[in-house]
């Protein structure tokens, strides 16, 4: 199956503006494409140019230079996106996690866990191999290797770092979960937790 499909398919359609555009950053690639193909300028820059001319080359070289900025832009736009989203929810999350240290809401305790799960397991993944992808496509529509690198350097840690603060988090609320209603394990198992859950809300 074709990423943007998968994507599609996956995707938690309560946080879907917060998702990465795939098919909005395909399309611009394509364009990118087109244009280039018509003006004739050599896909790979300044490492394939077959025209020797100084003023020619100078010329193609910029017009890739033009093409890797606006192309990284609007992925570097679309990150902050969603770069914005987890900090709200991060800020959300801490609150909650603090308030529930000393007033204990088994209901919102339940959900929030839930909540961090989901953004675990679903949002910040798609979203990491999300602009992974495209980003991979980037590079090998245009012989090049700066997408990968924009990848390691600018979005690849800032998810690695996203991921440890929010595990950090989710373990605060299961050691709160833990010290009121028993064991967190029951947890893990979606059977396990509806049951939890359940027994849960009854109790309130």
């Given at each position: 199956m074709k990423f943007g499909k998968y994507l599609k398919a996956n995707i938690d359609q309560k946080l879907e503006s917060n998702y990465i555009n795939y098919k909005e950053l395909k399309k611009l690639l394509m364009d990118l494409a087109l244009e280039e193909s018509r003006d004739?300028?050599?896909?790979?820059?300044?490492?394939?140019?077959?025209?020797?001319?100084?003023i020619l080359q100078h010329k193609q070289s910029q017009k890739a230079s033009d093409r890797n900025s606006k192309f990284l832009f609007a992925v570097w736009n679309q990150f902050q996106r969603v770069d914005r989203f987890l900090q709200e929810f991060e800020r959300d999350t801490l609150t909650k996690a603090n308030y529930m240290e000393n007033s204990v809401d088994a209901s919102l305790l339940i959900e929030t866990i839930k909540e961090v799960n989901n953004l675990l397991a679903n949002f910040i993944e798609l979203n990491k191999e999300?602009?992974?992808?495209?980003?991979?496509?980037?590079?090998?529509?245009?012989?090049?290797?700066?997408?990968?690198?924009?990848?390691?350097?600018?979005?690849?840690?800032?998810?690695?770092?996203?991921?440890?603060i929010l595990n950090?988090?989710?373990?605060?609320?299961?050691?709160i979960y833990s010290n009121h209603f028993g064991d967190p394990q029951n947890l893990i198992s979606s059977e396990q937790s509806e049951s939890v859950f359940d027994f849960t809300l009854e109790e309130q």
């Open positions: 004739g300028t050599n896909s790979g820059g300044n490492n394939r140019v077959n025209n020797r001319n100084y999300g602009f992974r992808k495209i980003l991979k496509k980037f590079d090998k529509k245009f012989t090049i290797s700066i997408g990968a690198e924009y990848y390691k350097n600018m979005i690849q840690n800032h998810f690695i770092a996203k991921t440890s950090h988090y989710k373990l605060k609320l299961i050691n």
